[in-house]
C-alpha cells in the first residue's frame, strides 16, 4: 500500500484516475486541487472515507505542498490549466499553475526526496502533417503551438532538469487527447453530445479535418499506474492507443448514436494555431513496460460516454450554459 498524493484529482483526467486507483489497487489517495471552473467535487463523491482525502488548495501555494508532499510516498502530478482555447484569451493562470505550480510540486518531491509522476501531453510535440508516416516518439522535438502546450513543454522541462540537476526521482508522460466520463463540457467530445442533448447542432472549428488521437480515461489511468509501478526514474514515456480520428468523424458518430443525420452540424470560426493532427507511437511503453490498451473499440467507448453523460445530467448542466455564453462570444 502507497499514499500516493494526486493534484488536479477533481478535474477529468484525475478524478478517473482516483477511482481507477481505488478500484483497481490498496493505495490510499489525498487529492490536492484548488477547484477552478474545472475542478468538481461531484466527481468524487462516494469515495471510502479510510482510503481517501480530498484537500482543497492551489499547488502553487509552497507550504501546502510541502507539508501534503511530506506526507505522501508519491505525486502524481495532474493539476493544470488544461483547455486551449482559454489559453488562447486569458494566458496567464496557464503560466501560473502550469509552470509555478509545477516548481512548486517538484521542490516540494526534492526536499523530501519523494517519486513523482507528471502528467504531460503529446502536444508538447507540435503537430503533423495529415498525411505524414511518423507519429511523436519520445525523441520527436518539442515544438508547441499554444499558450497552453508551451506551458505543458515549459513544466516538461524543469521536471527534466530537476531529474538531472538534483537527482529528482521523477518520470514524466506525455498522453494523447483522453475522452470518458467526468469531461468538462467545454471540450470537444462532451461539448457537442450535451449540444445534441440540449437541442444545438454540434461545432466543428474550421473545416473539420484535424486529427486526434484517443484514448480513454481509463486506458491513461492504467498506463500512469503501469509507469509507477515499473518504470525508470528520469524517462518519458508517450501514452497512445492508435485512435487517430479526424473532428468531422468524431462528430458524425456522434449524431448518428443520437438518432440524427450525420451531417448535422456546423462550421465555425476556426481556433487561431489550430494543430492540425497528433498521433502517438507508444511502442516504448508496450514493449518495455507491458501495457496494453483496453478500450480498443472507440466507437463503443463513445456510446459509452453518451450514454453517460445523458444519465449524469445533474454533474454538467451547472456548467454548459456559461461555457456556450463564452463560446458564443468567441464566434465558437
Ligand atoms: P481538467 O481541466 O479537467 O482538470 C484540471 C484540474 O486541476 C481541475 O480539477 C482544477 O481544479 C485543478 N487545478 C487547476 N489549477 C490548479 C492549481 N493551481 N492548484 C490545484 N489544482 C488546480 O484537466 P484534464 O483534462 O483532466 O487534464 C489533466 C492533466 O492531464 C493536465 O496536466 C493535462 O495537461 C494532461 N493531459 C490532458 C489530456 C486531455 O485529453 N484532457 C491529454 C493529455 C494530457
Ligand atoms: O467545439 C469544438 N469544436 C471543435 O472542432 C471544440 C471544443 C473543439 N474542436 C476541435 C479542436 C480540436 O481539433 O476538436 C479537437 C479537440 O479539441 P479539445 O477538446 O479542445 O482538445 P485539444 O485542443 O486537442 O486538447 C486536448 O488534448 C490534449 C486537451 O484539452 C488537452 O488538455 C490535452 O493536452
Redesign the pocket.
Known sequence: MQKILVTGGAGFIGSNFVHYVLDNTDHHVTVLDKLTYAGNLASLAGLPAERFSFVQGDICDGSLTDRLTAAADVVVHYAAE????NSLHDPRPFLDTNIIGTYTLIEAARKHNKRFHHIS???VYGDLELEDPERFTESTPYNPSSP??ST?AGSDLLVRAWVRSFGLQATISNCS?NYGPYQHV????P??ITNVIDGIRP???GA?E?V?DWIHANDHSAAVLTILDKGVTGETYLIGADGEKN?KDVVEQILTHMGLPGDAYDHVTD?PG??LR?AIDSSKLRSELGWVPKFANFDAGIEDTIAWYRKHEEWWRPQKAATEAR?QVQG?
Open positions: 488544461s483547455h486551449n482555447d501531453t503529446d502536444e497552453y502546450s505543458k487527447n467545454e471540450k470537444f467530445i461539448r457537442q461545432k466543428l472549428y473539420g484535424n486526434r473532428n481556433r489550430h494543430d497528433y463560446y465558437q
